[in-house]
């Protein structure tokens, strides 16, 4: 089935995924303690939800994409943005600052999507109800966990 997928779309999903529950805290775990990608986390979440499977070899080829990308752009710039509050908390422009790096650094998980939607959209996905894409990048444990904190109060 050759399905393509809208970034916006995906993009709305996402934001609206990590403000239910606790998923924040369980995203930004898998991402800190487990070297996930949530992006992806979110994606295979999200194809899930749209009922299409992908493969385990498509998986990890948009795990490369993370990797590749996580490795260029995106680590080093979270490394920036901890060093300006390790260093400079108390200066002035602090808070400023953050805020232009946490924007910059939203754009770049924005290019993130967009890179992995293009990749996508190049496979050919199949229908399936229920698909379990997250079974080929997450353990059972932390699939349960990360359902779990979608409906979870946020505390």
């Not at 916006?8 to 529950?21: E, H, I, K, R, V």
């Amino acid at each position: 089935m050759n399905v393509q997928l809208n970034e916006q779309a995906f993009w709305t999903f996402s934001c609206d995924l990590y403000q239910q529950g606790c998923a924040q805290h369980t995203l930004l775990n898998l991402q800190n303690e487990q070297k996930k990608n949530i992006n992806l986390c979110l994606l295979l979440f999200y194809l899930e939800h749209l009922n299409l499977q992908l493969t385990e070899y498509e998986v990890t080829q948009l795990a490369a994409k993370c990797h590749d990308m996580d490795e260029q752009l995106l680590t080093p710039h979270r490394h920036i943005r901890q060093q300006l509050k390790l260093q400079f908390i108390k200066h002035p422009r602090y808070s400023e600052s953050r805020q232009q790096l946490l924007n910059s650094e939203l754009q770049l998980e924005r290019l993130q999507q967009s890179e992995l939607v293009q990749l996508v959209n190049k496979f050919t996905l199949s229908s399936k109800k229920p698909s379990n894409n997250l079974s080929f990048y997450l353990s059972d444990i932390q699939i349960k966990q990360l359902r779990a904190s979608l409906t979870d109060k946020k505390s």
